[in-house]
Each structure stands twice: as structure tokens, then as C-alpha cells.
């Protein structure tokens, strides 16, 4: 089996990576995204994919992980938040940079997903529902550490459905650059934490600063944070009606808040249709380095 290299094309971050088959990193690579400019993206995810290439000294094949998914029937990017991508063809433009190489494609929660399935929290699992709680909220499904995508590539598109069970002040929600209103990621992405946080207190502060006043017994903290909970409860609670997937991975900056862990599954239980609630709730193994890893499985062979 030759070497996997995988490309993470974040919209802050694109990172590169050259990895064995049995997931032992070689060489990595890290460069700021040149946001906004989509022809410098090609070129960089390409340069990247090479340079770590040429680093491992030996030849491999290249999995992407993008910040949006792909039409399968045109190609055309959909569905990114990092919108300077929408309506390219983007594969085709990545391969044409590397000169014609093959390249897998996926969008990165779904590498988040595989990554976490395969070697990371949710090994040994069938049916992985992985969480992106970052600046969005991306959402992955692994089936048996394949990415699940269905007709439309939009299996896990989670993040722009509504906040379920909404009360009259959460209708209709703030704007989401998707065109709809008071989807999940406006409340629950790491930044619409902040954003609610925000709202309430006039003050702009990070959400590891929000969690440090919830700490220290701050009330607007505590309330925000209370409410923060129960959003990402409801909205987890339908995937658990809906999937009922085998353990929620969570990745991205909220997954670092330990507290989620302790007080998550019971609160998915109380909005969930079944009275009981086994599912573990756990974080990425991987951390951030499971959507490079996700990206370089792709070419994973099948068993
Ligand atoms: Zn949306």
C-alpha cells in the first residue's frame, strides 16, 4: 500500500499531511488559508499535497477534506461557509493543479467522521455522528468508517437545519449566510455562542473566556452557557430520533469545554422520543488533526 497524504482546506487553516497505512504521521504541513481568493486555494491545497509528498520521499494518493460538499451530478460546490468556493468545480480544479492526479474528495466533517471512526472515539462503532462545533457547525456521518453521503451529498448537513423545538424567542433566529434563519449553527457553532453571549451582555468575549466566567460563578455566564447546552440537546436529540447513531464524536473549539461531556446525554435524553438515552457523547480523539487524518483515509482500502 503506497503512502496516504491528506489535505484539510479549512477556511482559517489548510493543512497537509503524509501518513503511513497504519496511521503513523510522517510530515506535516500547516499554512494560513489565503480566504476569500479561490485560485490561491487551489494552489496552496495542491503545494501543500506536494510538498509533504516530497518530504516522505515517496509517492502517494491525496484525500481532501473541503469546507462545503460537491453537487455529484455537476461537481459544483454547495453548501460552504467558506462561500469563495461555491459554484467552482472544485476537484476538477485541485486535479488540474496537481497535474492530472487523482484526488478524493469530502467534505470535512465527513473526514471528521472516518478519522474518529477508524482509529479514533468512535472505533469499533458502526454508525458515527461526528460534530463540528467551530466557527459552524459541521456535521458527519461514518458508516462503518466510510463517509455517508446519500443522493444529494448532504447526509450530516445538520448544522442548517432549525433549531427544533424553538420558544417564541428563538423564532425566527438570527440570519445564517445560508439564506435561511435560526438555523442550529447560529446558535450552536462556537461563534454563536459568543454571539448569544454577546446579545445578552454587550460584551464580545471569547467562548474559552465565557467558560472560564462560568467557572468562576459569573450568571450571565451560567445562563448562556445553560442554554448553549440545551440548544446543541435539542438538536442532537432529533439526530438520535432520526439515526439513532452508536456515539456522537465531538470536534472543533466547543469540544474542549469538559462540562459538555457530564451534562450532554442527559440532556439529550430529556428531548429525545425514547425514554432512555444510552449513546455515549465523547471527544474527537483526534482532535484537530482528525480532519487531515479523515482526509488521508479516504484512500483507505476497502475490507
Ligand atoms: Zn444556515
Known sequence: MTMLIGVDWGGTKIEALAMRADGTEIVRIRENTPAG????????????????????????????????????????????????LLGHHVEQDVVAALGGRPVRMENDADCLASSEAIDGAGAGKRVVFAVILGTGNGAGIAIDGRPHHGPNNSAGEWGHSPLPYPDLTEIPGPPCYCGKHGCQETWTSGTGFQNDFARHSGRHVRAADIMELYRSGDRMARLIYQRYLDRLARGLSVVANTLDPDIFVLGGGMS?????????????????FSPVFYTPVVRAKHGDSSGVRGAAWLWKERH
Not at 46 to 72: C, F, T
Request: some cysteine; aromatic content about 4%; overall charge negative.
Open 37 to 84: 481568493d479561490y485560485e490561491a486555494c487551489v494552489k496552496m491545497v495542491a503545494e501543500l499535497a506536494l510538498a509533504v509528498e516530497a518530504r516522505a520521499g515517496e509517492p502517494g494518493m491525496i484525500g481532501i477534506g473541503i469546507p462545503g460538499s460537491l453537487d455529484p451530478r455537476t461537481g459544483v460546490a454547495k453548501g460552504c461557509n467558506s462561500t469563495w
Open 256 to 272: 474542549n469545554v469538559d462540562e459538555l461531556y457530564h451534562h450532554l446525554p442527559e440532556k439529550i435524553g430529556d428531548h429525545t
